[in-house]
């Protein structure tokens, strides 16, 4: 097959020119960066796995009405999805104290919030995407008033129904970040999920023992990241049981 043009590089992904128009290949590299890239490494495999996780997901959330950008896995580190144009913010869903919430508001991590909290960072690597309010993204026009409305009502529903897939095998769903990107079909423009769901962007913990199964253990030095992930895979039934 001819090579593919290449549109973009980020820190985990790369995106290439898809087949048809309307469409980029998503390529999952194993790079990993902590801290907008002031820790950097690599985690042997994790292309792979988040590739098939992140498949796994966007499917089944598609099978519960959310508009998704997947189309379909192409092979192990790539998946064709559509064409978008990315809304420059990052949707933050928490259901329990950690990370950048702890440190902010000097919060014990582990602490169950008393209802899901949903926030917004502009996506800026020089700024370090900082926390933004609604006011803010209405003024700079990063997102229509409606698209807000919609990101927010989006982002719950994929937090319900992730909550209820991972608690069913023993992960407690902590927080995860998620991205929309505008899909225009003509005239029409239509809001739906893009970028990745997998342990790179979700704080999963053990439902029993409370053990990180996510990204926190390379930011963290924890060792043992790539068998986090596979354990993920695993209980969700895409790789085999050991
Ligand atoms: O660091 P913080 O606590 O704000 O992260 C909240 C959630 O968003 C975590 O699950 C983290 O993995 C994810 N996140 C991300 N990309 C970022 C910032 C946070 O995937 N740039």
Redesign the pocket.
Do not use: T
């Given at each position: 097959m001819a090579r593919r043009r290449q549109i973009y590089e980020g820190k985990a992904k790369i995106i290439f020119e898809g087949p048809e128009p309307g469409t980029v290949v998503q390529y999952f590299k194993d790079d990993a960066t902590a801290g907008?890239g002031a820790k950097s490494g690599t985690i042997i495999g994790k292309g792979v796995l988040n590739n098939r996780i992140s498949e796994h997901l966007m499917l089944r959330l598609k099978d519960v009405g959310i508009p998704t950008h997947f189309i379909r896995r192409l092979n192990m580190r790539e998946q064709l999805v559509k064409e978008v144009e990315i809304v420059p913010l990052?949707v933050?869903?928490?259901n329990v104290v950690?990370?950048?919430?702890?440190?902010r508001f000097g919060l014990p991590e582990g602490e169950r919030l008393p209802r899901t909290l949903v926030?917004y960072?502009y996506?800026n690597d020089e700024l370090n995407?900082p926390?933004v309010s609604e006011n803010h993204i209405e003024t700079f026009q990063w997102a229509h008033p409606q698209e807000l409305e919609d990101m927010q009502a989006l982002a719950l529903r994929v937090n319900d129904f992730l909550c209820g897939l991972f608690a069913a095998v023993g992960i407690t769903l902590?927080?995860?970040?998620l991205e929309f990107g505008r899909q225009w079909e003509g005239d029409e423009m239509r809001l739906v999920l893009a970028d990745e769901i997998s342990?790179?962007?979700?704080?999963l913990w053990d439902a029993r023992t409370n053990e990180k199964m996510?990204?926190?253990r390379f930011?963290r030095d924890m060792g043992r990241v790539e068998e986090a992930y596979q354990d993920v895979a695993r209980r969700l039934g895409i790789l085999p049981e050991t």
């Open positions: 907008n990052e933050v869903v928490r950690a990370g950048s919430l702890s440190k926030e960072y996506k995407d926390l902590v927080d995860f970040k342990p790179d962007n979700c704080r996510d990204k926190d930011r």
